[in-house]
């Protein structure tokens, strides 16, 4: 099973190499991982997409706490959260097919952000249901290139 | 505060972190540290001819004394060759700081010459890492240095210092306190889990105590020990805790695993409890996994998370300190008999004791045995890694915690003897052993011109077989004896060696010259080597094949 593991670290010179270095000293694997600064900018959140049952998943997470520079390190997997993903896909789009592709972008609220005469570059942003679902429909036309971003994911705030 | 120079803030945070010996090896990039130290005569400083062997006698002075031990190498390939010594380090727990020369940092990522990126190295390798770019940040990292290298589970942390920040100069005074928001170690036991714990210990009719490491460097002995007696239950000990728990108590079960006794491993076969203190389940302890413990449930206290269902599954975690949660335990637990468990282990003890056919030949485990005697069992034994080791391990009586310094997790041969030299000097008035083989004292024997020149009496005892023994017992046993590079005999003559580095040295061939030898190793005040030509094809007896279950132990006795 896939887990989302959301990670607050330090935000200092070399925190991604030595978390890069313990899933590979460590045998464990990465789905995705996306990285920024967060409000605070002395802390970074690294968003990190690991397959895994879960004993594997329990040795991540605390192997991930070990780590000096490591803040907090929650599992979202179970939890409420809200999750996005960002792609661009560069799509083969000629004659009537660019039509056909509109129409998925504005279903999908995807956007067209660059045009070329037999291509359409697309962004779309949501979760994985939402991007899996237009990739395939994109499919038949010919996906020349693709980019994702990797799951980025927040804890709903609880309503009291 | 008055300016300082990142150099004069190395050296003054070693004296406040109470530091009195360094064990190092000076290069272009570190001379701005070596300038201070010519004028710092409360610091120690041992220059050895390896920066291996520094790394490893800080290692064996921090193992023997419980302090931080401290190393010093210059950039790149200073900086690498203490690599080996740092893994060992930290599989072993061992509180170390390494301090590195780095190029100015102008120059990194430029492939200057003695250049090498020394933290990316050993990430996986130390409890942390530091490469200093800003001076203002230098007191900070090394008082945090200090802090992370001895608290929790110790490990060794690096701090890599380039040129121009030993150079700079700064008026950050080196911190009062600690402010660390992303590292708190756990030391407090959860006091439910120590409950229950208590209860299912209460319940057991046959419990085995496995001790590890962590009672050594959470100095435990003596909460085991009581914790033991009032309960009466045996322990078992790992390599790494041999003399944690008495060998010559009755409740003692000696080492388990791999070449441990077969009593020890029997009650683990047979226990339905197993209480595991500061030990991580190594696949050397534990055989096959599948079948480690097959009616038991397990405790299992560690200070260290990650230690905790990593290789077996858990009934009751215990997250903190060794020290307070054994006294804990004790408190709440009732004190049982346990004398029909207690009767069946002396029955095991009784007929299957750890012994080896006396044959007139000269017997590794002989002049162990002799080393104990003349001892009187109060020797700091340090070890290299192999048959040496094993014997070393089964054939002493271990009886005091840091008086066995091995290398364990990351078996490193060439360890003991550098090793050896930190102990004496952490503890000059005990007697320091190095217990050898042939092999492994050829990987630091340049160390002979360390312990000559500032004159530190180690007593080196080389079991020499002329092979790598281990080795060589393996291809015996498993590869139909095809002993493929494993002949090592015929050079050095050690004596000589012994003697070029103006160190005594004394060869023994006959079982009946080792206790003379001994006797006079230990009446001269320097330095001895003694050359034990020991039998050629002795094996380390008994034996868990690799991959077996521990009831599985083979023997090649009748």
């Not at chain 2, 004791?353 to 002049?367: A, D, R, S």
């Not at chain 2, 952490?426 to 020149?453: C, H, W, Y």
């Amino acid at each position: 099973m896939k887990h989302i593991i959301s990670v607050e670290v330090e935000n200092r010179f070399g925190i991604l190499a030595r978390i890069a270095s313990l899933f590979s000293a460590r045998g464990f694997n990465i789905d995705s991982l996306a990285v920024g600064e967060t409000e605070d900018p002395t802390v970074s959140r690294i968003t990190i997409v690991v397959p895994g049952d879960n004993q594997v998943i329990e040795q991540v997470i605390k192997q991930l706490r070990k780590l000096i520079d490591v803040i907090k390190v929650v599992d979202l997997t179970s939890k409420p959260t809200v999750t996005r993903e960002l792609i661009l896909a560069r799509v083969n789009a000629r004659g009537k097919d660019r039509d056909e592709i509109m129409r998925l972008v504005e279903i999908f609220r995807a956007r067209i952000v660059d045009v070329h005469p037999e291509s359409l570059t697309l962004e779309v942003t949501g979760d994985e249901e939402k991007i899996n679902g237009i990739l395939t429909l994109l499919k038949p036309f010919g996906i020349k290139k693709l980019v994702r971003t990797g799951k980025v994911a927040l804890l709903r705030e609880i309503k009291s | 505060m008055k300016k300082r120079t990142g150099a004069q803030i190395v050296v003054e945070a070693l004296i406040k972190e109470g530091v009195d010996t360094v064990f190092g090896y000076p290069g272009g990039a570190v001379i701005p540290i070596y300038d201070v130290l010519y004028d710092t005569p409360q610091i120690r400083h041992v220059i050895t001819r390896h920066e291996q062997a520094a790394c490893h006698a800080a290692d064996g002075y921090a193992r023997a004394t419980g302090r931080v031990g401290v190393c010093i190498a210059t950039s790149g390939p200073g900086a690498t060759n203490l690599v080996t010594g740092i893994a060992t380090a930290y599989m072993d727990s061992v509180p170390l700081v390494a301090l590195t020369g780095q190029v100015p940092t102008y120059m990194i990522g430029n492939d200057a010459f003695q250049e090498a990126n020394i933290t990316g190295i050993t990430y996986s390798i130390t409890k942390h890492n530091y490469l200093v770019k800003d001076i203002d940040e230098l007191p900070r990292v090394l008082k945090e240095a200090f802090y992370i290298a001895r608290s929790g589970r110790p490990g060794p942390v690096l701090v890599d210092l380039p040129k121009d920040i030993q150079n700079s100069s700064t008026t950050t005074a080196y911190p009062e306190k600690i402010k660390m928001r992303s590292y708190n170690p756990h030391c407090e036991g959860n006091p439910k889990q120590i409950k229950l714990a208590a209860k299912e210990i209460d319940d057991s009719e046959r419990p085995v105590i496995y001790a590890g490491g962590g009672i050594i460097s959470s100095d435990a002995s003596r909460e085991l020990y009581e914790f033991a007696h009032h309960n009466n239950i045996p322990v078992t000990t790992t390599l790494m805790a041999l003399g944690a728990f008495p060998e010559d108590d009755p409740l003692s079960l000696k080492m388990l695993g791999m070449h441990g006794t077969r009593y020890a491993n029997y009650a683990i076969c047979e226990a339905d409890l197993v209480i595991a203190v500061g030990a991580r389940f190594d696949d050397r302890i534990t055989g096959n996994i599948a079948e480690f413990a097959p009616k038991a449930k397990i405790i299992h206290i560690d200070i260290d998370p990650t230690a905790i269902s990593k290789s077996v599954r858990v009934d009751i975690p215990i997250v903190g300190d060794a020290k307070d949660i054994l006294s804990k335990l004790k408190s709440f637990t009732k004190g049982k008999k346990r004398d029909a468990w207690n009767r069946k282990i002396a029955e095991w003890k009784e007929k299957y004791p750890l012994k080896y056919e006396k044959n007139g030949k000269l017997k590794p485990q002989f002049v162990i045995e002799k080393i104990y005697e003349i001892t009187g069992g109060k020797a700091v034994i340090c070890t290299e890694v192999g048959q040496n080791q094993m014997w070393a391990a089964q054939f002493y009586c271990h009886t005091r915690p840091r008086n066995f310094i091995s290398s364990g997790g990351l078996g490193t041969m060439g360890y003991g003897f550098p090793a050896s030299i930190g102990a004496q000097i952490g503890r000059p008035e005990e007697v320091v052993f190095d217990i050898a083989g042939d092999g492994s004292f050829q990987m630091n024997i340049q160390e002979l011109a360390t312990v000559s020149k500032e004159n530190i009496p180690v007593k080196v005892a080389i079991l020499n077989n002329g092979y790598l023994g281990m080795v060589r017992q393996w291809q015996q046993l498993f590869y139909k004896r095809r002993y493929s590079q494993v002949d090592i005999s015929g050079v050095p003559d050690f004596v000589e060696v012994a003697k070029a580095y103006d160190v005594e040295g004394i060869r023994i061939e006959k079982t009946s010259d080792v206790e003379p030898a001994l006797k006079k190793a230990l009446s001269i005040k320097g330095p001895v080597v003694m050359d034990f030509r020991i039998e050629r094809e002795e094996n380390v007896y008994p034996m868990v094949p690799a991959g077996a279950a521990l009831y599985e132990m083979i023997d090649g006795l009748a």
